[in-house]
């Protein structure tokens, strides 16, 4: 197997996996530690070394206000068992590869994965992440590490006044990815790796920061594929068409915010103070209880990102390559991702008049309300829902364009508790990594994650989940996932095995898609 590798920056060795068949290489550098002079810096392609580097550990955790594994809330006892062992650090720019390559000449497909977390929290070897069990179907995976929180997205009148014209506004962790995403284009080859057949893939945070990498021009020419999972962000003209990517102005008067609660004079004063205790002030002016505290986001800063995923959406300024979008059912039912608060009938005609103007009488008469009751059934059909409406009018728009889109909603029962189909379950299941679970998962389980893992593994060999066989990795046949198309509006159902289906239709979302691209027109 390639257990030594090259780079265009020196030698690396790796591990011989739990499989045999996978080299393991952790901690693989990818830009200059950002600490010091390159806080709230873009990143620096990093030094050349001499000597073989032994890529054996992983490297440091992106700093977070709070270090996981080391409180007793939900995800601790779900995601982070051990992670109260490792460091965390501003210097965490390191990426985790696992190649099945034979030779350098394999020209094997890359499934780039960028993990979640709100763009506040998380890291890119959390137990549900196996990449062994990925790679063991033939593709190479490579999990990258970025900045996170203050760290990664402090936008300040200051930042913006010393950075050089032309150069980008904040989006350090934005910057961060899209620099893994060319280290990988560039240097790939020497792990076996075909740097043609990059697929990147994100969960929650990492869904949003896949459709910032893909409406970047930075990115022209290196993501044959896209994978978003819980969920494709979208909007229709009643949100305002904005999405949750906010304005460069917004970042800069959040960052004012944040240095005026937290007792910091100016951007030398905080470039002086340590890392842990800058995010010691995060938690001081945090809301108590609030899951991310004090937030810091991506935001439009008119190079990186020049406007919003979902305007890009609408323009078909996106990138047009194959894409799988999907969610957890258990994430439309309920929590912060479902938008469950009905308006009385008298709200939504005024809304709908405010929105929609000299439109909206054919608007309601499509929506076919006209009492409180009528509209929480319209809003019990998930017509408004930020997980179903979302995703779906997203499939909708771009195969309504012609672009390949394959949508799933994952609704299989979570053993161990009631939390059912939570934000993260399907991870188990994508990375076929149920056995490093503390949950009481069955044989029924483990045949599902077979099925989804070959789905995402086909996905990035072939631009579809299909294999042309057919067949999951073991050769057992494996239902045919239909292209979404705005005739057929085809899902799959991820339930005690994948199920195929159609969506009944649906008159309001398909309106509400078409006055939105109006707009646009």
């Known amino acids: ?44 392609p990093c030094d050349p070394w001499d000597g073989v580097k032994q890529c054996y550990e992983y490297g440091p955790m992106p700093m977070m206000r709070i270090h996981p594994g080391r409180d007793n809330e939900f995800y601790t006892k779900e995601l982070h068992p051990t992670s109260s062992e490792y460091d965390m650090s501003e210097d965490c720019l390191y990426l985790n590869i696992f190649s099945p390559a034979e030779t350098t ?15 506040q929290d998380g890291y890119n070897y959390e137990i549900e992440f196996d990449g062994e069990r990925v790679a063991r179907r033939g593709v190479i995976v490579v999990m990258v590490g970025y900045r996170l929180g203050l760290f990664g997205f ?33 240097n790939i080859k020497a792990f076996g790796g075909d740097p043609s057949r990059i697929t990147i893939c994100g969960q929650s945070a990492g869904a949003g920061s896949v459709q910032n990498q893909m409406c970047s021009s930075y990115n022209d020419g290196i993501i044959a594929g896209a994978i978003c999972q819980s969920s494709v962000g979208f909007a229709y003209a009643e949100d305002g068409l904005s999405g949750r990517t906010q304005s460069l102005a917004e970042a800069e008067a959040n960052g004012a915010d944040f240095f005026s609660k937290a007792g910091i004079a100016d951007l030398a004063e905080a470039r002086s103070l340590s890392a842990e205790e800058l995010m010691k002030r995060v938690g001081d002016v945090s809301e108590p209880g609030a899951m991310f505290g004090f937030m810091f986001t991506p935001c439009v ?12 959406y609408y323009k078909d300024d996106f990138r047009t390559v194959p894409m799988i979008v999907g969610h957890c059912m258990g994430e439309a039912t309920g929590g912060m991702f479902a938008r469950n608060i009905v308006p009385t009938y008298e709200e939504f005609v005024s809304r709908a008049r405010e929105v929609y103007k000299d439109r909206a009488d054919e608007y309601l008469a499509v929506c076919g309300v006209s009492s409180d009751e009528d509209v929480k ?7 408004f ?19 390949n889109v394959w949508y799933y909603i994952f609704d299989h029962d979570i053993p161990g508790d009631d939390a059912g189909s939570f934000h993260g379950s399907d991870l188990w ?21 077979r099925q989804v893992t070959s789905y995402w593994t086909n996905f990035v060999k072939y631009g579809n989940p299909n294999s042309p066989e057919g067949t999951d990795y073991n050769g057992l046949p494996l239902p045919e996932w239909k292209a979404y198309r705005p005739d057929e509006k085809n899902v799959i159902r991820f339930l005690d095995k994948a199920t195929p289906g ?20």
């Open 105 to 119: 000449d394999d020209n094997l497909p890359v499934f780039c994965y960028i993990h979640g977390g709100g763009y």
């Open 429 to 449: 299941f994508m990375f076929d990594s149920l056995g490093n679970s503390w949950r009481p998962f069955e044989g029924r389980h483990y045949d599902l994650a």
């Open 1 to 44: 197997m390639l257990r030594n590798v090259e780079t265009k920056y020196g030698k690396l060795k790796g591990l011989v996996g739990k499989d045999p068949r996978v080299t393991v290489f952790r901690g693989v550098p990818y830009a200059k530690p950002p600490v010091g002079e390159l806080r709230w810096k873009a990143p620096q």
């Open 377 to 383: 059934a319209l809003y019990a059909k998930g017509t």
């Open 385 to 403: 829902n930020n997980m179903l409406a979302g995703s779906r009018g997203f499939c909708e728009l771009r195969s309504s364009m012609g672009k």
């Open 502 to 521: 159609t969506l009944a239709e649906d008159k309001v979302i398909d309106f509400r898609v078409s006055y939105a691209k109006e707009l646009f027109t």
């Open 154 to 186: 402090l936008a300040h009148p200051e930042l913006t006044a010393e950075t050089p014209e032309g150069e980008i506004v904040s989006n350090f962790g934005m910057q961060d990815q899209s620099m893994a995403i060319h280290w990988i284009y560039e």
């Open 301 to 312: 800063d008119g190079k990186f990102i020049k406007e919003t995923p979902v305007t890009s």
